[in-house]
C-alpha cells in the first residue's frame, strides 16, 4: 500500500517521525516532490483568496499526490502541548482538503489533540496504525523505532544543525567560521521551503552568515523565557518565537533578526509585534520583519536583505 | 477608579448598567466611528483582524475621555481574540497612557486570577447589590433583542418608513440606556409592544440567514449596518449569534459544565468535524440549519484575516452546493465601504429574488 505524504506545513517538524513509522509498518512512503511554481499554481486555483501561502501550497502538494497513491496522510494536529494550541487553519485541514479538492483518495486524519490530556498523542498513534494492522505490538514497535529517530533528529537540531540541512542530508556546521550570526524567526514551513521564501537562508548566508533558527534552541530555554510572560501565549509555534526573541537579551551573539511571516497569518499578526517592541525596547540588534505571499518576486527580497546585511556588515566595522 | 471598555454593539448598555449600579465610575468611549477606526488602524498591527483595531481606537478616546482602568475580555485561543488583551496593553503604554487593565479570561486559563479580577473590579458591594445590577443588566440585554428583532420587523413589514423607524429606535435605545430600575423598565417594554404591534408583513419576505464572526455580526459600525440595510429592502434577516444566547451557553451552561453538543455543531459535521476557534464551526453549522428551515440565503460576515472564519469560508461553498442554497461571504475591514458593499448585497438579493420568482415586485430596491 502506498502512502502520501504531502511535503508542507508541520511535515518539516516531524519528517523523520512520520516516515520511520509508517515505514515500520511496511508501507511504502511516497513524499510529494519539491514544491514548484506549478505546485503553487494548483494550490491558488482551489483555495479561497484570503488563507495564508502555506496552506495554498499543501493542497497543491495534495493535487499532486491523490492520482498516485491509495491513502493520504493529513493529520488533524490541534494541539501538540498542554493548553497550547497550533492553528485553526491547521485544525481544520483534513475538511479544508475535502471541501476543496474533488477525487481525494482515503485520508488518514488522525486528530492530534493534547489539550486536555497527553493521552491524546497515543490515542492518535494507534487510530492511524490500526488503519493498516490489527496487532498493536507491531504498532508499538513502529512507533518505539520512529520516536527514537526523532529523538536522533531533535539531538541533532539542538545541536545547532537546521532541520533544511539535516532532511536534505547536508550538515555542514560553518558556524564557526561564519562572520555573522542572524536569527531567522518563523514558522518551519515557511523556513525550510526555499520555494516559499524564495531560498532565504542561502541568500543571508552568501553574505558569509550563519541562520540559526527557533527549532536550534532547547526546550528549557523556552520554559525560563516564557515565564516571563504576563499571560501565557496558547499557539505553540508563536511561543517558540516568543522565547527564541526574549533570550536575545543574554546572548551577545547574535547579530542581526529577521522576522519572516506569511502575508495574513493570524498569531505572527500579533506576535510579530510583540517581538517588534521588545526587541526595539530591550536590545540593540537590528530587526526587520519580511512578509511573503503569492506575489513575492526574488528582486524585492534580495534588496531588503542587502540592505540589512550591509547594515550589519558596517555595525561590526565600527 | 475611572472604569472604561471597548464596544461591541449595544453592549455597551448592560455593562455599563452593571458597573454603575455597583457605584463605579464608568467611562463609555464614543460610539465606534471613523475616528475610533483611524486611531486603531495607525496604532495596530496592520494584519490585525479588525476588532482589535477598533478596540485600539475606543481605548484611546476612552483614555483621552479620562479613563484610567480598562476592562477586557480574555479567551484561551485558538482564536487570536484571547491574546487581544496583551497586545493592547503594549501599544498603549508605549503611547505613553497610565492606566491599568483588567483582564477577564476564562475559568478553564487560571480561575483564581479570574476570582481575584472580578472582586476587584466589584469591591465591597454586598451580594444582594451585585444581584441585583447583574439582573438589571440582563434584562437591558434581553430588552435590546427585543427592541432590535422588533425594528427589525417593522422595516421589512414597511409599517413604518426607514425615518419613523430610526427615530423610533433611537427614542428606545436611549431610554432603556438610562433607566435604573426594573419598574421603569417594565413601562418601556409595554410602551415598546404599543408602538411595534401588528408586524406580520402582508407578503412573505425574502429570508435571509446572517452567520459569521460574532463581533462583525454584532457590531453595526463594523457591519455597516448590513441588517437594517436589508431589512429596508424588505429583506427578513435571521442573526445566527445573539449575545444573551451566547451568554446562557458559554457563561453559565460551561460554568456548570452542563454544556451538551449543541444543533450547530452536529450540524455542521460532515463539512467540519472539529471546533477551529471563534464560530468558525457555527457559521458552517448554521448554514445547515439555515437551509433546513428553507431559508432564501446566507450571508457570512468576517473580518479581514480571521482565521476561523476563513476556514469556514473554504468550506461553505461545499455546503452551498450540497444544500442548494446561495451563501455570499463578506470580508470586512478598514478599507469596506457603503457603496461596495451595497452593489453586492443588491445583486445577491436580486438572485434570491429571482430564485422565488413571484416576489419581485414586494421588494423596493431603494428607500
Known amino acids: 500500500m502506498r502512502i502520501g505524504i504531502p511535503r508542507g506545513l508541520l511535515y518539516y517538524l516531524y519528517k523523520p517521525l512520520w516516515e520511520k513509522f509508517f515505514a515500520e509498518l511496511g508501507l511504502e512512503v511516497v513524499v510529494s516532490k519539491k514544491t514548484t511554481k506549478n505546485t503553487l499554481k494548483k494550490g491558488i486555483e482551489v483555495t479561497v483568496d484570503d488563507i495564508c501561502l502555506p496552506v495554498k501550497i499543501y493542497h497543491g502538494h495534495v493535487i499532486s499526490l491523490k492520482d498516485n497513491v491509495d491513502v493520504v496522510f493529513i493529520p488533524r494536529l490541534v494541539s501538540i502541548k498542554n493548553k497550547e494550541f497550533i492553528c485553526p487553519k491547521l485544525m481544520g485541514l483534513p475538511d479544508v482538503i475535502r471541501a476543496n479538492i474533488k477525487d481525494l483518495p482515503p485520508i488518514i486524519e488522525p486528530t492530534v489533540d493534547l489539550t486536555s490530556s497527553w493521552l491524546g498523542f497515543y490515542r492518535a498513534v494507534f487510530e492511524v496504525g490500526s488503519y493498516f494492522t490489527n496487532k498493536n505490538t507491531v504498532i508499538l514497535k513502529a512507533f518505539y523505532k520512529a520516536t527514537k529517530n526523532f529523538k536522533n533528529y531533535t539531538q541533532a537540531l539542538e545541536k545547532g544543525a537546521r532541520p533544511d540541512e539535516i532532511l536534505e542530508g547536508c550538515c555542514n556546521l560553518l558556524s564557526n567560521k561564519a562572520k555573522f550570526k542572524i536569527l531567522l524567526l518563523g514558522h518551519p514551513y515557511n523556513l525550510y521551503d526555499p520555494f516559499i521564501n524564495l531560498n532565504m537562508i542561502k541568500k543571508i548566508e552568501n553574505y558569509g552568515a550563519r541562520v540559526i533558527t527557533p527549532e536550534n534552541f532547547t526546550e528549557t530555554i523556552f520554559k525560563t523565557h516564557l515565564s516571563k510572560l504576563n499571560k501565557p501565549l496558547f499557539w505553540t509555534l508563536g511561543n517558540k518565537l516568543l522565547a527564541a526573541a526574549y533570550q536575545l537579551k543574554e546572548r551577545r551573539d547574535i547579530d542581526g533578526v529577521i522576522l519572516l511571516v506569511s502575508f495574513g497569518c493570524g498569531p505572527d499578526s500579533l506576535i510579530g509585534e510583540l517581538i517588534e517592541r521588545w526587541i526595539r525596547k530591550n536590545t540593540d540588534i537590528p530587526f526587520v520583519l519580511l512578509t511573503i505571499d503569492e506575489h513575492s518576486g526574488d528582486a524585492g527580497l534580495n534588496t531588503r536583505i542587502e540592505a540589512f546585511m550591509d547594515m550589519i556588515e558596517r555595525r561590526k566595522a565600527t | ?367
Not at chain 2, 463578506?330 to 429571482?354: P, Q, S, Y
Open chain 2, 1 to 367: 477608579m475611572r472604569l472604561s471598555f471597548p464596544h461591541m454593539g449595544n453592549l455597551y448598555i448592560p455593562i455599563k448598567t452593571f458597573f454603575e449600579s455597583l457605584g463605579i465610575e464608568v467611562v463609555v468611549p464614543p460610539l465606534s466611528n471613523k475616528e475610533t477606526l483611524e486611531l486603531g488602524v495607525k496604532h495596530s498591527p496592520e494584519f490585525a483582524c479588525l476588532p482589535l483595531k477598533v478596540n485600539i481606537g475606543n481605548m484611546i478616546q476612552a483614555l483621552e475621555k479620562g479613563a484610567n482602568t480598562i476592562v477586557m475580555a480574555g479567551g484561551v485561543g485558538p482564536c487570536r481574540f484571547g491574546y487581544y488583551s496583551e497586545v493592547q496593553r503594549e501599544i498603549l503604554s508605549d503611547l505613553g497612557y497610565d492606566f491599568e487593565m483588567i483582564v477577564l479570561d476564562p475559568p478553564k486559563g487560571n480561575l483564581l486570577k479570574l476570582v481575584k479580577n472580578i472582586k476587584r473590579l466589584i469591591g465591597d458591594n454586598s451580594f444582594k447589590k451585585i444581584w441585583f445590577s447583574a439582573r438589571l443588566a440582563w434584562k437591558k440585554a434581553v430588552l435590546l433583542e427585543e427592541l432590535d428583532y422588533a425594528d427589525g420587523m417593522a422595516r421589512v413589514s414597511k409599517k413604518l418608513n426607514k425615518k419613523k423607524a430610526n427615530n423610533l429606535f433611537n427614542y428606545f435605545e436611549k431610554e432603556i440606556d438610562l433607566t435604573v430600575s426594573f419598574d421603569k423598565l417594565q413601562c418601556i417594554e409595554n410602551q415598546m409592544k404599543e408602538c411595534y404591534h401588528d408586524l406580520t408583513p402582508s407578503f412573505e419576505p425574502i429570508k435571509i440567514g446572517l452567520v459569521g464572526e460574532i463581533y462583525t455580526v454584532l457590531d453595526n459600525f463594523v457591519n455597516m449596518d448590513i441588517k437594517k440595510k436589508l431589512e429596508d429592502w424588505g429583506v427578513y434577516v435571521d442573526k445566527s449569534i445573539s449575545l444573551t444566547e451566547w451568554a446562557n451557553t458559554n457563561l453559565l451552561l460551561r460554568l456548570l459544565n452542563i454544556h451538551g453538543e449543541k444543533n450547530t455543531e452536529i450540524a455542521a459535521r460532515p463539512y467540519l468535524n472539529h471546533f477551529v476557534g471563534g464560530h468558525g464551526l457555527q457559521s458552517v453549522g448554521n448554514t445547515v440549519l439555515y437551509a433546513n428551515k428553507k431559508f432564501d440565503g446566507v450571508l457570512h460576515v468576517l473580518p479581514f484575516t480571521c482565521m476561523p472564519e476563513i476556514i469556514a469560508k473554504s468550506i461553505l461553498p461545499a455546503v452551498s452546493k450540497k444544500y442548494n442554497i446561495p451563501v455570499l461571504s463578506l470580508v470586512m475591514d478598514e478599507h469596506a465601504a457603503d457603496t461596495g458593499l451595497n452593489t453586492r448585497l443588491e445583486a445577491f438579493v436580486d438572485l434570491l429574488c429571482k430564485r422565488k420568482e413571484g416576489m419581485k415586485d414586494e421588494i423596493l430596491f431603494r428607500s
